[in-house]
């Protein structure tokens, strides 16, 4: 069974960016789409964007469009997430998912 694991997390400055990825492992991802989601502290899992496996076809949140980016490298199977003009409400676990498979999570943390 394919695993999930998210890198890339971090502390950074309100307005600065980071880009997140999520590795397949184990097995390629199957044609499912790939979504991320965030948990902030205290709150329920928010959704955040999607991307299709093929076609480069992607989705958001309205409170990410215009800043952050889905994309992936199929060779790679690896999806990223490039987050820009991050702001502090912006802080949370961010998770990817595909299919039935969650990966672990990585943590953003932005300061203002």
């Known amino acids: 069974q394919v695993q999930l694991i998210e890198s890339g997390g971090g502390l950074v400055q309100a307005g600065g960016s980071l880009r997140l990825s999520c590795l397949a492992s184990g097995r390629t991802f199957s044609t499912n789409p790939t979504d991320w989601f965030r948990q902030a502290p205290g709150k329920g899992l928010e959704y955040v964007a999607s991307?299709?496996?093929?076609?480069?076809?992607?989705n958001y949140a309205d409170y990410v469009k215009g800043r952050f980016t889905a994309s992936r490298d199929n060779a790679k199977d690896t999806v990223y997430l490039q987050m820009n003009r991050l702001q502090p409400e912006d802080t949370a676990v961010y998770l990817c998912?595909?299919?039935?498979?969650w990966g672990q999570g990585t943590q953003v943390t932005v300061s203002s």
């Open positions: 991307i299709m496996y093929t076609g480069g076809f992607t």
């Open positions: 998912k595909s299919g039935p498979v």
